[in-house]
């Protein structure tokens, strides 16, 4: 299997945004589309976008992992944008015709078909700053992706950045092309500095995320993570091991948290990015203030492996989906 988000399905779903109505959305070969130089887009980052997947049980029929949440998060994303919001039925019929269009494409668990719902803002106009676009397009994308722990879950190594943020207070809970576009630069400097894999941006000793993963604390009785607020991304990953976990007898601390707070409970404790690519990857080694530091054993841990193997059986058919996560597509 191609690395992942570098191959597609043949068919995607398109919708367009013109007079104040989206117009019925249509399920077409994959191509590429024209697009105006002066689309807002290019010039004003007015995009959002989803990432969530569907699996192919034994049972031929596909499974969405979320949909409505997913769904619900674009709008508000899109809302935070000032872009056209698309009614949560338009896009959900589209999630869906993508998975059916593309069913028998769909590799099973614990690949899966991860799909990118898309909408950018498309008005011809230069001199639109500070005026919204009006005009947009809708568009899902399918991908079939293999399994990420194909090749054993490697624990990943963390440079804690305490100054840097990774994006604005005011788009930090919106998925947007300009917030990782905001931590690129931060990312592969240390990339290139410390040899890690991720920067945990902790501004002001606040431990928040990562460029593109929420951050977990793992005991044998406790998951903390820090509280929903508007400067991160908020996870379907994290709310579902939340979930999940307390089923499972979890005590769930949902606080903010400091960095001095992580670095004492690093010995004993798991520490786990969690995001749909992923599910939870284990986090081995920190480097802080020019320091590397060992996440207890620096191997993946015992806790972590049990909660991504409960989120996973559900997705897969294994477990009783008790939450009503999983919208059935045939
Ligand atoms: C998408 C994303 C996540 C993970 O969200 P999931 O719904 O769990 O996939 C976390 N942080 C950022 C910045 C993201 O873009």
């Known amino acids: 299997m191609k690395p992942f988000g570098t191959e597609f399905c043949d068919h995607f779903a398109i919708a367009r945004y013109a007079d104040g109505a989206w117009s019925a959305p249509s399920v077409e070969p994959l191509a590429p589309f024209p697009m105006h130089p002066a689309a807002h887009v290019f010039h004003y980052a007015s995009t959002c976008f989803e990432g969530f997947k569907?699996?192919?049980?034994?049972?031929?029929?596909?499974?969405?992992?979320?949909?409505?949440?997913?769904?619900?998060?674009?709008?508000?994303?899109?809302?935070?944008?000032?872009?056209?919001?698309?009614?949560?039925?338009?896009?959900?019929?589209?999630?869906?015709?993508?998975?059916?269009?593309?069913?028998?494409?769909?590799?099973?668990?614990?690949?899966?078909?991860?799909?990118?719902?898309?909408?950018?803002?498309?008005?011809?106009?230069?001199?639109?700053?500070?005026?919204?676009?009006?005009?947009?397009?809708?568009?899902?994308?399918?991908?079939?992706?293999?399994?990420?722990?194909?090749?054993?879950?490697?624990?990943?190594?963390?440079?804690?950045?305490?100054?840097?943020?990774?994006?604005?207070?005011?788009?930090?809970?919106?998925?947007?092309?300009?917030?990782?576009?905001?931590?690129?630069?931060?990312?592969?400097?240390?990339?290139?500095?410390?040899?890690?894999?991720?920067?945990?941006?902790?501004?002001?000793?606040?431990?928040?995320?990562?460029?593109?993963?929420?951050?977990?604390?793992?005991?044998?009785?406790?998951?903390?993570?820090?509280?929903?607020?508007?400067?991160?991304?908020?996870?379907?990953t994290r709310d579902s091991i939340l979930k999940l976990g307390a089923g499972l007898g979890y005590r769930i601390s949902e606080r903010p948290f400091t960095v001095d707070e992580l670095l004492d409970k690093v010995p004993t404790w798991e520490a786990c990015l969690s995001g749909t690519a992923a599910t939870l990857s284990p986090v081995g080694s920190l480097v802080y203030q020019g320091e590397a530091i060992r996440v207890r054993d620096g191997q993946p841990g015992p806790n972590r492996a049990r909660l991504q193997k409960a989120l996973q059986d559900l997705q897969y058919g294994l477990r009783e989906d008790t939450h009503g996560w999983l919208t059935e597509v045939s």
């Not at 596909?62 to 949440?69: A, C, K, V």
């Not at 589209?94 to 099973?108: G, K, Q, R, T, W």
């Not at 894999?197 to 593109?212: K, R, S, W």
Request: charged share 20%.
């Open 54 to 236: 569907a699996y192919r049980w034994a049972d031929g029929k596909g499974r969405i992992f979320r949909l409505p949440d997913h769904v619900a998060r674009m709008q508000k994303s899109a809302e935070s944008l000032c872009l056209p919001v698309p009614d949560a039925e338009l896009l959900a019929g589209m999630v869906v015709d993508v998975v059916h269009a593309n069913l028998a494409d769909i590799p099973e668990p614990p690949a899966s078909l991860y799909l990118r719902p898309t909408l950018i803002g498309t008005l011809e106009n230069i001199g639109a700053a500070a005026a919204p676009s009006d005009e947009a397009i809708l568009y899902v994308l399918g991908s079939p992706v293999g399994d990420y722990f194909a090749g054993g879950a490697a624990a990943l190594k963390l440079l804690i950045e305490d100054r840097r943020e990774r994006t604005t207070a005011q788009l930090g809970s919106t998925k947007t092309g300009g917030n990782y576009a905001a931590a690129l630069g931060p990312t592969l400097a240390a990339k290139a500095e410390y040899g890690v894999d991720q920067v945990l941006f902790c501004p002001q000793g606040d431990v928040q995320e990562t460029g593109a993963a929420n951050f977990m604390l793992i005991s044998d009785e406790e998951i903390l993570t820090k509280s929903l607020d508007t400067t991160f991304l908020h996870g379907m």
